[in-house]
């Protein structure tokens, strides 16, 4: 071998040695490390910023399943700082599977802003679940029921079969930040509240364009704008009331439950009278899946215009909501975009205002497709 190869060979080796070297200076070893599965942030009386750390003990000897630290900071990267002295290892981000954030804390615009860490530093996740809380942090964060799986395993879980099922939304880190620069739309989140000792999934938060907390959305509204947005995957239901059927005793039996087997969403849009308009309709096929009252042979198609005036109805409702609180979860703003742009551009910094002022029309329509196979 000549020396020139030999210089060659040699300036090789340094240089992958070097790689080496530089992709390894900042490693966690697993056995160092503090793995958090839930994050949250709240305010306190005097609105200084709480972060809570709920890290899992895989130990037969302690009897609670986690260790929950609360450090009070002015940011996230100070949080972790004063959250590292209290755990027996380093703060590891990658861990992380929900992100929880206080009514409070929602309350003042910008808040968005603290959560800056988590897109700054490549060796977080943006993958956590991000979840309101009705209340302050605390009651949640204390509740240890035996009986439950840990906190962020459950509210994990919960967010993900609920949301399978338009029952709520599943917002990543990831998602929220598109939600929150994206001017076409306004974000929403999911939420979650303790009644009675247990955590519930309640529905859906809206926030506005500065991510302040706007107003919620129960699990059925949430339903209905998951369909308005064109976003259902799988079967959903829903429990309705039938006008003119009489109740039977302490009972509501004038309610009908149905699954929906198709649903399909069209949105129109238009300019018209110096304002925009959008026109939703709304095909569903649906199954009967529950009904506690009788009806006569034959009158499948006067159930069937029942339902939709009652779909219809309730669809409207939500509407009349959106643009009372001046948000926009449906993203009627994309549609403005891509097919008035020009008009948009001059009112996208103010498009909860000018969602508020528009001209939105549902229309519903239901196919009853099966009643189910027993008469």
Same mark, same amino acid.
């Given at each position: 071998?000549?020396?020139?190869?030999? +210089?060659?060979?040699?300036?090789?080796?340094?240089?992958?040695?070097?790689?080496?070297?530089?992709?390894?200076?900042?490693?966690?070893?697993?056995?160092?490390?503090?793995?958090?599965?839930?994050?949250?942030?709240?305010?306190?009386?005097?609105?200084?910023?709480?972060?809570?750390?709920?890290?899992?003990?895989?130990?037969?000897?302690?009897?609670?399943?986690?260790?929950?630290?609360?450090?009070?900071?002015?940011?996230?990267?100070?949080?972790?700082?004063?959250?590292?002295?209290?755990?027996?290892?380093t703060f590891h981000g990658?861990?992380?599977?929900?992100?929880?954030?206080?009514?409070?804390?929602?309350?003042?615009?910008?808040?968005?802003?603290?959560?800056?860490?988590?897109?700054?530093?490549?060796?977080?996740?943006?993958?956590?679940?991000?979840?309101?809380?009705?209340?302050?942090?605390?009651?949640?964060?204390?509740?240890?029921?035996?009986?439950?799986?840990?906190?962020?395993?459950?509210?994990?879980?919960?967010?993900?079969?609920?949301?399978?099922?338009?029952?709520?939304?599943?917002?990543?880190?990831?998602?929220?930040?598109?939600?929150?620069?994206?001017?076409?739309?306004?974000?929403?989140?999911?939420?979650?509240?303790?009644?009675?000792?247990?955590?519930?999934?309640?529905?859906?938060?809206?926030?506005?364009?500065?991510?302040?907390?706007?107003?919620?959305?129960?699990?059925?509204?949430?339903?209905?704008?998951?369909?308005?947005?064109?976003?259902?995957?799988?079967?959903?239901?829903?429990?309705?009331?039938?006008?003119?059927?009489?109740?039977?005793?302490?009972?509501?039996?004038?309610?009908?439950?149905?699954?929906?087997?198709q649903v399909k969403t069209?949105?129109?849009?238009?300019?018209?009278?110096?304002?925009?308009?959008?026109?939703?309709?709304? +095909?569903?096929?649906?199954?009967?899946?529950?009904?506690?009252?009788? $009806?006569?042979?034959?009158?499948?198609?006067?159930?069937?215009?029942?339902?939709?005036?009652?779909?219809?109805?309730?669809?409207?409702?939500?509407?009349?909501?959106?643009?009372?609180?001046?948000?926009?979860?449906?993203?009627?703003?994309? $549609?403005?975009?891509?097919?008035?742009?020009?008009?948009?551009?001059?009112?996208?910094?103010?498009?909860?205002?000018?969602?508020?002022?528009?001209?939105?029309?549902?229309?519903?329509?239901?196919?009853?497709?099966?009643?189910?196979?027993?008469?």
């Amino acid at each position: 071998m000549t020396k020139r190869w030999r +210089r060659r060979i040699g300036l090789l080796l340094i240089a992958f040695v070097a790689v080496l070297v530089s992709g390894c200076y900042d490693r966690l070893d697993l056995e160092e490390a503090s793995s958090p599965f839930l994050v949250g942030y709240d305010l306190d009386a005097n609105n200084d910023m709480i972060v809570y750390v709920t890290n899992p003990v895989f130990s037969e000897h302690v009897g609670k399943k986690t260790h929950d630290i609360r450090v009070k900071a002015d940011t996230s990267r100070e949080a972790r700082e004063k959250e590292d002295i209290r755990s027996a290892g380093t703060f590891h981000g990658r861990k992380i599977q929900v992100v929880v954030i206080g009514k409070r804390f929602m309350q003042h615009p910008d808040w968005f802003r603290i959560l800056d860490v988590y897109f700054r530093d490549s060796r977080n996740s943006l993958t956590p679940r991000v979840v309101a809380f009705n209340g302050p942090l605390s009651e949640i964060i204390d509740l240890h029921q035996k009986n439950q799986p840990m906190l962020p395993i459950l509210l994990r879980d919960m967010i993900d079969t609920k949301s399978a099922r338009s029952e709520s939304v599943d917002t990543t880190l990831q998602e929220l930040h598109r939600q929150v620069y994206e001017k076409g739309m306004t974000p929403y989140i999911s939420e979650v509240d303790v009644v009675n000792n247990e955590v519930v999934l309640q529905g859906t938060t809206l926030l506005d364009h500065s991510g302040k907390f706007a107003t919620n959305l129960n699990t059925e509204e949430s339903i209905l704008l998951r369909v308005l947005q064109n976003s259902v995957k799988k079967t959903v239901s829903l429990t309705i009331p039938i006008p003119g059927v009489p109740k039977q005793g302490p009972f509501e039996t004038d309610r009908l439950s149905f699954s929906t087997e198709q649903v399909k969403t069209i949105i129109d849009t238009a300019f018209d009278k110096d304002r925009f308009r959008f026109d939703i309709r709304v +095909r569903m096929r649906v199954a009967l899946t529950e009904r506690l009252f009788t $009806y006569a042979k034959g009158e499948e198609e006067r159930l069937e215009r029942l339902i939709t005036e009652q779909v219809q109805q309730k669809m409207d409702d939500l509407v009349l909501k959106l643009k009372r609180n001046r948000v926009d979860p449906i993203g009627l703003g994309l $549609y403005a975009r891509a097919h008035e742009y020009n008009r948009y551009k001059t009112v996208e910094e103010q498009w909860g205002e000018t969602v508020s002022e528009s001209d939105i029309r549902t229309s519903v329509m239901v196919e009853l497709g099966s009643t189910g196979p027993v008469k």
